[in-house]
């Protein structure tokens, strides 16, 4: 398969497992796509940061009732976030583990803004998308980004997830389908599930380096330095989640991360060639 990243993780710090080799020297994950723009998790959020030209586009899976692979990041539908086919608030309780495909693409998840972030579009009638709606959307982009981005999928646990050897099998099938077996980060906060797709991965063919992609607060500060270092030493890339303002950004560069998980991919990108623009003038 070629040259592939394999990302692991340990205690508070994320697991990750496989990406593609040759991205840009700072990676830009489009968290939940580009939740700053649109709906978290939604076909619109990851248009978006495919269209600024962010290296991944990050995301969540669970399972649903009928064991169809589906990218969201609650164990429940939240009834601030989606609406039922009424237009009222979803019902408390809607666990994605209980509901069938069409139960759950039967709901408006882009209609209701997150506050948190003031920018973000409405986009009504947007479902709750599945894996492989995705994996086409960026099959069938004609932008130029398309041929390279990476998907960087975190395999949610609790409310509901079944255990690894039946969540991970599920979610490999359809990344094998869509051709992107060498174009993937798969990570997990548990790392029985980690484990499982490196296994999964091998069986494919697939093998990987290291990576660890720690929460921000972890990556800051002379202690953050040291944290960066020390594991860069180790021959392992780091990769903080999530960063979304300049001086957060200007924290972790000047700690010399090899990435950042961002909610606001658009506003990194922009950050990262102005700074390069103003590093040439010297």
């Known amino acids: 398969m070629g040259n592939v990243t394999t990302r692991f993780a340990w205690g508070a710090l ?4 496989a990406a593609p080799a040759g991205a840009a020297p700072i990676e830009v994950h489009g968290h939940r796509g580009a939740r700053a723009a649109f709906p978290e998790n939604s076909l619109p959020a990851f248009q978006h940061a495919l269209e600024v030209g962010a290296d991944y586009l990050e995301l969540d899976v669970r399972l649903t009732a009928d064991g169809t692979v589906v990218v969201h990041h609650d164990p429940e539908l939240s009834p601030t976030r989606c609406l039922d086919a009424e237009g009222a608030p979803a019902a408390a309780g809607l666990r994605i583990s209980r509901l069938r495909l069409e139960e759950l693409q039967s709901y408006d998840c882009g209609s209701l803004t997150n506050p948190e972030f003031p920018g973000q579009q409405a986009v009504p009638r947007t479902k709750v998308p599945t894996l492989s709606e995705v994996f086409s959307l960026v099959r069938q982009s004609p932008l130029a980004q398309a041929a390279r981005v990476g998907v960087h999928i ?10 690894p050897s039946r969540m991970v099998p599920p979610v490999i099938a359809v990344i094998r389908e869509a051709g ?3 174009r993937v980060v798969i990570q997990s906060f548990d790392p029985r599930y980690a484990w499982a ?4 991965l091998r069986a494919e063919g697939v093998e990987a380096r290291r990576v660890i992609s720690p929460p921000f607060a972890l990556a800051r500060g002379r202690a953050g330095r040291l944290f960066v270092r020390a594991l860069q030493a180790l021959g392992q890339a780091v990769i903080p989640w999530t960063a979304n303002t300049p001086e957060e950004w200007d924290t972790l560069l000047a700690n010399g991360v090899d990435g950042i998980v961002t909610d606001d991919p658009a506003g990194l990108i922009e950050y990262l060639r102005r700074r390069s623009r103003g590093s040439a003038q010297f």
């Open 14 to 17: 994320l697991v990750l497992i």
């Open 180 to 182: 992107f077996l060498d």
């Open 154 to 163: 975190e395999i949610k646990t609790g409310g509901g997830v079944p255990r």
């Open 197 to 200: 797709a490196r296994r999964a």
